[in-house]
């Protein structure tokens, strides 16, 4: 019984194995073949040779490939021919959905808007930016020094202690004092985390989430800004609300720059962060030697140097480096409760990567 | 590669809108059947800030209709829907009360009905300003265009003592009108005598013995004909049905979200109404019951200033301060489309007697539309009815042709919305999501590569294993 038993399963098994080899014969017909990738190997040893041959052959191509492009570009010097097309990458950005609300150059309605808008008193000069600067109602280590960098980067701005005052009775109080707007700094855990903008008198309120926060004493080679006026860089604020946000900013600085100071002041829009930097530039003349003495030993170098002159212009970081983000543009000022939203982000419209709102 | 994808709007059927922004520009939307999305047709007037639209009203009617348009500057303009030509306007500074930017008109309606019979060109216009200074004036609109209109104001009243009006509504037989703001209970004011018929009494104080303050931000009347129900959306984002006959304070209240209701219109039926608030959220109420119908979602992100619904279309428009014209179904809540408009734009309004004629050249033909409807209106209105069956059948097709896949998936999660009509939110993004990544291309390629690696793998190992 015992051995007909084991015959029996024997024959079974037979008949499986069969069965799938049937299978294993005619599937690959069917399907279409998998390129080899080095990943299907199940060896690691195996693996890792492979992947390592292939990541070299890469390397070879990409150069041989760099090599070619760079050939030819001398060639066309050379010849004195047109240059070929440099290839952009492809980025997110330059691949950005199609966005009907971006401003137009050569629109009308926008310059009307402009100038009915609450800054364009500011930003024509009539008035001069005055600011409050406050915080949430506990704050230490990181938020004040944080303040006090502010203070040196937007002229005519005043810290007021927060105390136990509302929001709205700052507000108040800011008006009657003919403040310009009110900026808010919140800290979380004793990290500034979050900025609050208000224009004033009836201006929008911006909510800011505030990130990457490093503070002047933290930046290797930092310089020490001067009293005067910065110049103001704003870059990519391309839509409707980018627009907005753009002038909200730009109300916070005087319009009248001292370019003696050298201080720029950068607000930089990319994928909807923007980057803040502060920075001294300076132009200097230096000497460059001709490409032919480069080649050659020094000796030689030095006797055929011909000086020439060439600005560059070089740039020292100060103040603090920040990004912010936009959470809510507010219609009218601070108000959590009856508050009318301009714009709010909304996680539903998180649905593409390649859709931004400044 | 970069997914340009545009939203999957369905198309609208034919139909025209007036929208009214910041900087004082009328632009009418049209929307016809063979140029697919709604565009801006016209734009009237030029960019001025100081005559932003406050508030306006038409009287919707196949000869002569009308649009009384109250301008932040305290004019009052009264043009034709149709040409955009301004027959008679009113500067309110000849009037006794003193215009300032606080006492702004925020209620105007043009009466409709009463001056039917007259034949005169006589129009009867209530205004009422935020300081409650209400007054009905009647108005000569003259026979040519230009020339300013002489104006014999004949009843004024004061609706309010102190507080801010925010909200004014006439009923549907012009014979009451409602009042209410911040700090202003609603009450309810017969016209013809200028009395005041009923006064709401505000809600009791919450289980912590808080008291909520009064602050109204829009009104709607729930029927055509009954003056007596009527819906009122606060601050406090709460909505409130009124009922006259049984109670002066609310027989029912819900509360929307966070942000205050902003925005109340009425369904045709008389118990759906549509609401907006300050957050950009809309959504439509079942007001016998009090429970939520479904919001309507897309992506809007601005509060929502004024929502009108179609008289004859299943079509709602909302519009706010995203400067976006939203044109929405009523019983799916899709959005049909939208059309970008540049400003924030504060108030919209439809045509409702806009036909589209088959003339190859629409917008030459727009001036002697009147004579048109005069002339064959009766069959119109037959042609008009069979077109629209027949766009929502294609409509139908449209939506079956591409989303033929997920459909099952779709409606299963209907149902499950329906249980629970608190996440729905989440879970029709979430379905969107996933519509999108079976959708796109790269996402099947992937999933297919993966099966086939799965395969691979699984040959591999029977191999082994033999």
């Known amino acids: ?358 | 590669m970069p997914r340009t994808t545009t939203l999957e709007c369905p198309g609208c059927p034919p139909l025209r809108a007036l929208t009214f922004d910041t900087l004082g520009l009328i632009k009418v939307v049209e929307s016809r059947e063979k140029q697919g999305g709604p565009k801006v047709v016209e734009r009237w007037g030029d960019p001025d800030a100081s005559k932003s639209v406050n508030a306006v009203s038409i009287i919707d009617r196949k000869s002569n209709p009308l649009v009384a348009v109250a301008r932040k500057n305290g004019q009052i303009e009264i043009l034709s829907p149709v040409t955009g030509i301004s027959q008679a306007t009113i500067s309110n500074a000849n009037d006794l009360d003193v215009q300032s930017e606080e006492n702004s008109i925020i209620g105007l309606h043009l009466f409709a009905k009463q001056n039917l019979e007259l034949d005169s060109r006589d129009y009867n216009l209530l205004t009422c300003t935020s300081k409650g200074n209400a007054s009905i004036r009647s108005i000569e609109v003259p026979e040519s265009a230009t020339g300013s209109s002489s104006t014999n104001s004949s009843k004024t009243w004061n609706v309010c003592n102190s507080g801010n009006i925010l909200c004014c509504k006439v009923d549907g037989n012009e014979k009451f009108a409602l009042f209410g703001g911040k700090g202003v209970e609603v009450n309810i004011w017969d016209l013809d005598n200028c009395t005041k018929i009923w006064n709401a009494k505000s809600p009791a104080k919450n289980s912590l013995g808080i008291f909520t303050p009064t602050w109204f931000t829009s009104v709607s009347y729930l029927s055509k004909d009954d003056h007596r129900k009527f819906v009122a959306g606060t601050n406090n984002h709460q909505v409130r049905l009124y009922d006259i006959s049984a109670q002066r304070r609310p027989v029912l209240s819900i509360d929307f979200r966070e942000t205050p209701i902003k925005a109340l219109a009425e369904d045709i039926d008389g118990n759906t109404i549509y609401l907006g608030n300050g957050s950009g959220d809309m959504a439509s109420v079942d007001i016998r019951t009090g429970k939520m119908l479904g919001s309507f979602t897309g992506k809007c992100s601005g509060s929502i200033r004024s929502i009108v619904r179609h008289p004859d279309l299943p079509v709602v428009a909302s519009c706010g301060l995203d400067g976006y014209l939203r044109l929405w179904d009523t019983n799916s809540r899709q959005l049909l489309s939208s059309v970008f408009l540049k400003q924030h734009v504060l108030h919209v309004l439809f045509d409702s007697n806009f036909i589209v004629e088959d003339t190859p050249k629409g917008a030459d033909s727009l001036p002697s539309k009147e004579e048109t409807i005069e002339e064959i209106s009766d069959e119109e209105e037959t042609i008009e009815e069979i077109s629209d069956e027949e766009e929502t059948i294609e409509e139908i097709s449209d939506e079956e042709e591409i989303e033929a896949i997920p459909l099952k998936r779709k409606k299963s999660s209907r149902n499950k919305e329906n249980v629970i009509v608190g996440s729905e939110k989440k879970k029709r993004v979430k379905e969107s999501d996933k519509r999108k990544k079976t959708k796109g291309n790269d996402g099947n390629k992937k999933t297919t590569s993966k099966d086939k690696g799965s395969k691979l793998a699984s040959k591999k190992k029977k191999k082994s294993s033999i």
């Open chain 1, 1 to 358: 019984m015992a051995i007909g038993g084991k015959r029996k399963r024997n024959n079974d098994s037979d008949g499986e194995d069969d069965s799938s080899r049937r299978r294993t014969r005619t599937e690959p017909e069917k399907e279409v073949k998998e390129p080899f990738r080095p990943s299907m190997i199940k060896n690691k040893e195996k693996r890792s040779e492979v992947h390592a041959k292939v990541k070299h052959q890469k390397k070879l191509e990409k150069r041989a490939k760099s090599k070619a492009r760079e050939a030819a570009v001398q060639r066309a010097i050379e010849l004195g021919e047109e240059l070929p097309e440099k290839k952009v990458p492809r980025t997110i950005e330059n691949t950005r959905e199609v966005d009907e609300t971006v401003c137009k150059p050569d629109d009308e309605e926008l310059f009307a808007g402009n100038d009915a808008d609450e800054f364009s008193s500011i930003l024509n000069r009539q008035h001069n930016p005055k600011i409050l600067i406050t915080t949430c109602r506990f704050n230490s280590t990181r938020g004040p020094a944080f303040i006090s960098e502010l203070l040196t980067v937007i002229p005519n701005a005043h810290y007021f202690k927060r105390g136990t005052y509302d929001l709205k009775k700052i507000v108040e109080y800011a008006n009657k004092q003919d403040f310009t707007s009110v900026v808010v700094v919140h800290t979380n855990r004793r990290e500034p985390n979050a900025l609050l903008v208000i224009g004033l008198p009836n201006g929008p309120t911006a909510h800011f989430k505030l990130t990457n926060l490093v503070l002047r004493k933290d930046i290797k080679n930092h310089g020490v800004p001067t009293s005067h006026q910065p110049e103001l860089v704003l870059n990519n604020f391309t839509t409707r609300l980018g627009h907005r946000v753009g002038r909200m900013i730009q109300s916070l600085f005087p319009q009248n720059p001292e370019f003696k100071g050298r201080r720029v002041v950068t607000f930089h829009n990319q994928r909807d962060f923007i980057f803040f930097r502060h920075h001294r530039y300076i132009f200097e003349t230096k000497e460059i030697k001709k490409i032919e003495s480069k080649g050659k030993k020094d000796e030689d170098g030095k006797s055929e140097k011909v000086p020439d002159h060439k600005i560059i212009a070089r740039l020292q970081e100060c103040g603090p480096r920040f990004t912010l983000k936009l959470v809510s543009l507010q219609h009218g000022t601070f108000d959590s409760k009856g508050g009318e939203y301009e714009w709010v982000h909304k996680p539903e419209m998180d649905t593409s990567r390649r859709r931004f709102f400044l």
